[in-house]
């Protein structure tokens, strides 16, 4: 019955409003011309594809046609897809916190033409007896309400939207203090500070920082996985290898077929919100490499196998790659598509698997993952899994083993092996949840940084086929390279938006990663390129730091990311890749912008240092004594591949590795024989031609 302007878009979440009776504006200048020439304000409504509140304040209100009417006649509604115009999401979301203390998707904002906000919120139930349930007033109230306030109370409108510009212009404005780089800030005071703090934070009993709600945040890992190493601290290792121990048992972890759904609603990582995220996947899978990389235990390497399987299997593109996300909902059957719910593909009940594979097999495959006859969600407050059960490990193999009491633990294994692939099978078929497959050149660069180190550590080719594919499809439809411009989103044949400072970042670092896997020269020459063209457009040249966004976008102000949440800041990466980048080429420009950032940061690093992990680990980058290793000689040797497999075995955070071919000053194979050049503190030990020999120069753990 209706067509918006949505339906011209590419977002998939802009795709799923295009037939509302709400006449939809993307964002851009037709909408706020429009506002402008008829004296209105405009609705600005953010949220993406995946987002469960979004869908049901979309079936609620914006498909009412009497909320709708309300909107046309009184705003001019605009749509944003968070996950292409993070700026956008950025800066109204700052608002929307400040303003009343939390935050969220869907996110609605009200604008001045001027894009001036002065109201705002997240999820409004369609009308006050909904919003009774939830403590919130109905969202056609509010627009009533609002409605009549532009009338009558203009002026104090635009004099708040002013003044909320200035105190949001005040926290865009990180600015350092009057120490010089990062020596300057006390490394280990700083360091012990952030790790006390995650200390308090950690539960003990089932892992993870904080309660329920129970997200994962791997940005943490990374750096109490550098602490670890830095400090020798058991107990910072511990808090890791104890979360993702518990996060794989658990309902969050998708038992059968791989990946990791967003975050938990209970302590115990039982009950999850099942929607899958590219970028947890990517920095998931990387916390458990590392984990196998210090212990050697294969459970964490298993771990990120099964992650890359679902991504090889499901999430990527024809052309290599990465899609976005994977939606929450879904339909329970193909008779009635219209009718979702939260988790229905990933939810069985008891008789489905006796069904699917026998009695026998059934009884050991329900004991290991806590499958009841009528179900095992005990609160379940929308009735969304009555008489169904969310896969968990209720027990371990060999207790399972033992309740049986004659079969072996390698033959309860073959048993549930075989049923977890008939089920996969089985689920296959079901009507799968959205899957949202545009592109992102950041989110790419994630998982290619996660591919390639799974190729490095878990010495599988595969896996480095998948990261240099992904890079490929990048340069090929990402990159623009007649204007020197990386873009930010492809989807069905269109590359638009200009790429945002942390896509250069994370593409950056991905191309490093690359590097290292396999030695090509022109991935270290494009990252040099992208960090030259990320420091031009984005660096704050008189204060430190990168803005989000460049000089030429046209969002009110630029702000500095510094927050490294479910997806680390674009900040901590970019001071990363530079640090690198100085590392591996000697480049004083480089480092001195990093510098430059890690001193905007001191204030941060120093008194919050729970909030910013991830430039936590860039910060013991820095302060760690220069190491590079530099290989030369015939790659196709297998002493040399020999020297390569010793070096990734063991976890070097603080440590570079370099082609001899790509070092300025000769460092020449001796004897024509694979050679290896260890350099340390600016000073190269004697070059050795054996693996034991390295070994016993690398130390470390093996």
């Not at 990582?269 to 050697?296: C, G, N």
């Not at 390497?301 to 593109?317: E, H, P």
């Not at 400072?501 to 030695?519: K, P, Q, V």
Request: proline letters at 5%.
């Amino acid at each position: 019955m209706h067509t918006n302007r949505l339906a011209q878009e590419k977002s998939p979440y802009l795709l799923q409003h295009a037939h509302n009776p709400v006449d939809w504006y993307p964002w851009g200048a037709e909408a706020f011309a429009k506002a402008a020439a008829e004296d209105k304000p405009v609705f600005l409504s953010v949220g993406y594809s995946t987002c469960h509140w979004c869908h049901v304040m979309e079936r609620e209100s914006f498909e009412n046609e009497d909320v709708a009417k309300i909107l046309n006649e009184y705003f001019v509604a605009v749509k944003v897809d968070r996950e292409e115009r993070p700026d956008v999401d950025r800066l109204y979301m700052l608002f929307v916190q400040a303003s009343t203390g939390s935050g969220g998707w869907p996110m609605s904002v009200w604008l001045t033409p001027q894009r001036k906000p002065f109201f705002g919120g997240t999820y409004f139930p369609p009308d006050t007896a909904h919003g009774g349930r939830y403590g919130r007033p109905g969202f056609g109230a509010i627009l009533a309400r609002l409605a009549q306030a532009w009338k009558a109370d203009r002026d104090k409108i635009e004099h708040s939207g002013t003044e909320v510009l200035k105190q949001l212009a005040g926290y865009a404005s990180l600015r350092g203090t009057e120490k010089s780089g990062p020596e300057a800030i006390a490394g280990k005071d700083v360091w012990d500070r952030a790790f006390r703090g995650f200390e308090r934070m950690f539960d003990t009993q089932l892992g993870g920082f904080g309660r329920a709600p129970k997200f994962p945040r791997p940005s943490i890992h990374n750096f109490l996985v550098r602490y670890h190493d830095q400090e020798n601290s058991n107990d910072a290792l511990e808090m890791v290898l104890k979360t993702l121990r518990e996060m794989l048992k658990g309902g969050m972890n998708d038992q059968i077929g791989g990946g990791f759904h967003r975050y938990s609603v209970d302590e115990r990582w039982f009950v999850p919100h099942f929607e899958k995220m590219l970028y947890d996947q990517a920095q998931l899978a990387t916390s458990y490499l590392e984990a196998f990389q210090i212990t050697r235990d294969g459970l964490y390497a298993k771990a990120a196998r099964d992650i890359f399987s679902y991504l090889l299997r499901d999430m990527t593109g024809p052309e290599g790659g990465f899609y976005s996300a994977e939606d929450a909902d879904s339909a329970a059957t193909h008779d009635n598509l219209r009718d979702k719910s939260e988790g229905a593909f990933y939810i069985w009940s008891r008789e489905e698997i006796v069904e699917a594979v026998g009695e026998l097999d059934a009884v050991l495959f329900c004991d290991r993952y806590g499958v009841l006859p009528n179900g095992n969600v005990e609160e379940d407050p929308h009735g969304e899994f009555r008489g169904k059960n969310i896969l968990y490990e209720a027990r371990t193999v060999e207790e399972v083993a033992a309740r049986a009491g004659h079969l072996t633990t390698d033959d309860v294994r073959a048993s549930l092996r075989l049923t977890a692939e008939r089920l996969l099978k089985i689920r296959a078929e079901r009507p799968r949840p959205l899957r949202d497959d545009k592109v992102l050149a950041g989110w790419n660069g994630m998982m290619i940084s996660a591919f390639a180190k799974g190729a490095q550590i878990l010495n599988e080719p595969v896996y480095a086929t998948a990261a240099r594919n992904a890079m490929d499809f990048v340069r090929k439809y990402l990159w623009d390279a007649p204007n020197n411009l990386l873009l930010r989103r492809y989807r069905q044949g269109e590359s638009a938006i200009p790429a945002f400072m942390d896509d250069y970042a994370w593409c950056g670092l991905a191309l490093l990663d690359l590097y290292e896997t396999s030695f090509d020269s022109a991935d270290l020459t494009w990252a040099i390129q992208l960090a030259e063209l990320a420091v031009e457009r984005f660096e704050d040249k008189q204060d430190g730091a990168f803005f989000s966004t460049s000089s030429d976008d046209d969002g009110l102000l630029r702000l500095k990311d510094d927050y490294d949440g479910a997806e680390p800041s674009g900040n901590s990466a970019m001071v990363m890749l530079l640090l690198r980048l100085a590392g591996m080429t000697d480049r004083a420009d480089f480092a001195g912008a990093a510098d430059r950032a890690l001193k905007a940061f001191t204030s941060r690093l120093e008194e919050a240092g729970t909030g910013v992990p991830q430039m936590m680990t860039a910060h013991m980058f820095a302060l760690a004594k220069p190491r590079e290793i530099v290989l030369a000689g015939p790659v196709s040797d297998d002493i040399y591949q020999q020297m390569i497999a010793a070096i990734r075995r063991r976890f070097l955070p603080n440590t570079i590795v370099l082609r001899a071919e790509d070092v300025a000053r000769p460092m020449p194979a001796v004897g024509g024989k694979p050679t290896a050049y260890v350099c340390e503190n600016f000073s190269c030990q004697l070059p050795v031609t054996g693996v034991e020999e390295l070994n016993l120069l690398l130390g470390g753990r093996a």
